[in-house]
């Protein structure tokens, strides 16, 4: 999964060019989640943001990652 995202980054997209439905680094995150790594999880999201600013799954995963890998 790691390295199809990384593919995927390496790939400019033009303005004009749809993007894909759900970015293969916020689904590497995702299932970094589900693989109960959520401090793994948050580094992928964080380079998700950079990518593709805002997106609404990202920030969520971003999110629901910080508190889970917060000890408190």
């Known amino acids: 999964m790691r390295k199809g995202a ?3 980054d390496a790939i ?3 303005p ?5 439905i759900i970015p ?12 109960n790594q959520p401090g793994l999880a948050v580094k992928e999201f964080k380079v998700a943001l950079v ?3 805002g997106r609404r799954g990202a920030l969520k995963g971003a ?10």
Do not use: F
């Open 12 to 14: 400019e997209k033009l």
């Open 63 to 72: 999110s629901d990652a910080a508190k889970l890998s917060d000890p408190k």
């Open 16 to 20: 004009v060019t749809p993007g894909p």
């Open 6 to 8: 990384d593919e995927e």
């Open 24 to 35: 293969g680094r916020e689904q590497l995150g995702y299932l970094l989640l589900e693989q």
């Open 51 to 53: 990518n593709t600013l």
